[in-house]
């Protein structure tokens, strides 16, 4: 038995924990600015769009780095109360790395199941990794599905449920 380290605080995934994009019982700040309302900032390798989650006191994140076409993929952790950088896990894409000027490889928000994060990536490289950094499997989906992709990159941010990852989760269930 694996005991869960969920909290009622963690944000596991794009949209949050029950996917509805709101905090439940929590005062949130009216007003964001450089400096109004923000507790820490951390530089990132590369570039770095997709959102953040919290599991317990950890921050996860995720960004693409290199000269071009940003075929180095970056999963990064914070401590949620510090900001500072716990660890910082690199893998090389293996699939293409296609995204728009504006966007990066890494667009995907990461998801979390309390004891694993799943980092999905343009270039439709999976990773996992637990708590620690430490990792559980890498699987470059490109070769699966060499024609998966588009022309400005992908942003499907994976969705954790019933003990399965599924990297294409579209939130939007509207959008074709």
Not at 40 to 57: A, M
Request: hydrophobic letters at 35%.
């Amino acid at each position: 038995c694996i005991a869960s380290t969920v909290t009622a605080a963690d944000w596991l995934q794009f949209r949050g924990s029950e996917n509805r994009s709101t905090a439940s019982g929590e005062s949130l700040p009216t007003e964001i600015s450089s400096e109004k309302n923000v507790t820490w900032k951390s530089p990132l390798v590369g570039k770095g769009v997709s959102g953040p989650i919290v599991v317990g006191k950890k921050v996860f994140v995720t960004a693409s780095s290199g000269p071009v076409v940003q075929d180095r993929l970056h999963v990064l952790c914070f401590d949620a109360d510090s900001g500072k950088q716990l660890w910082h896990r690199q893998f090389w894409a293996t699939g293409r790395c296609f995204h728009h000027p504006t966007s990066a490889n890494a667009a995907p928000t990461p998801a979390s199941d309390g004891q694993r994060v799943y980092a999905f990536f343009s270039s439709n490289d999976l990773v996992c990794l637990d708590l620690d950094g430490n990792l559980q499997w890498y699987r470059g989906l490109g070769s699966d599905y060499p024609k998966a992709g588009n022309d400005v990159g992908m942003s499907s941010s994976p969705l954790v449920a019933g003990g399965a990852v599924d990297p294409a989760f579209n939130p939007n269930p509207f959008a074709p």
